[in-house]
């Protein structure tokens, strides 16, 4: 009785060049929640599993009975954000890059071992309960040609009975601001990191304009690049550090003292002119 081996052989190359990479790229996200007095956190944590992952984005989708109060990054994985998560119609969106790709670290203070933190985010909802659903986002491995991978995540549901977690209370500001000028376009670039609650916004004076909140990068005039110019980026405590990018340029400067000598001359000039009619008189 002869057997044939090819059915067998071919079963083989099957499970060798398909079903081995599925098990080499098995990272998922998780999302973790705890109750936070009124307010539910929800940390959404990378599992590696031995992927090594430079690039990560897409939208964690959530009911619409929920409100975001913010979103948390100190503690993210992500060093790069290209799209800062934000909050859209379809959920929290985002894209961030980490350099030389994410394997997996030890944490034990957070319980993260060979995982990372990508975000969290604080949500409010008027019904007491809600629901985050289901779907995946994508990540590029770090393999020389950034091969896209599905990374999974389940739908989960929390409602008053989610334990609650103690959030320790930040009261240190964001560390350094690091600022530069472009030419062209020309252009302010701001980033800054906070450990605690990660950043929530930033804020600009350009000369004697008042503070405004801004979007990085900020497009300046010719005008605006001559003028001074401070900022401050603001964690999502409430706390906040300020910088000076630069006083008022050589030009700017000379321009206020020909103003002043103007004005000087105009006042000058009337004065001559009322002692001339004063004397007439």
Known sequence: MRICFRPFLFAALIAVFVIVPDQAIAASVEARVARDGA?????????????????????????????????????SIIQLWVTSPKNDRAGVTFEGVVPGGFLGSAIPSRGLTGSGEIMTAVFSSEKDHGIL????????????????????????????????ENVSDDRTPPARIFFEILNEPSMLVLDAQDKETGIDRYEVKIGRTEWKTVEPPVPLSQAERDARIAVRAFDNAGNFREALVQESSPNETYK??????????????LAAVYMRVMHRE
């Not at 897409?58 to 948390?72: A, H, M, Q, W, Y």
Request: no cysteine; proline share 4%.
């Open 256 to 269: 206020r003292i020909l103003g002043i000598i103007g004005i000087l001359v105009i006042v000058l000039v």
């Open 133 to 164: 659903a289901g779907g995946s986002i994508r990540g590029y491995l770090h393999d020389g040609s950034g091969t896209e991978v599905s990374l999974p995540f389940a739908e989960v549901t929390f409602d008053a009975r989610t334990p609650e």
């Open 39 to 75: 307010l539910w956190r929800v940390t959404y944590i990378l599992h590696a599993e031995g992927a090594a992952l430079n690039v990560l984005a897409g939208t964690f989708p959530f009911s619409s009975d929920l409100k975001v109060e913010r979103i948390e990054t100190g503690r």
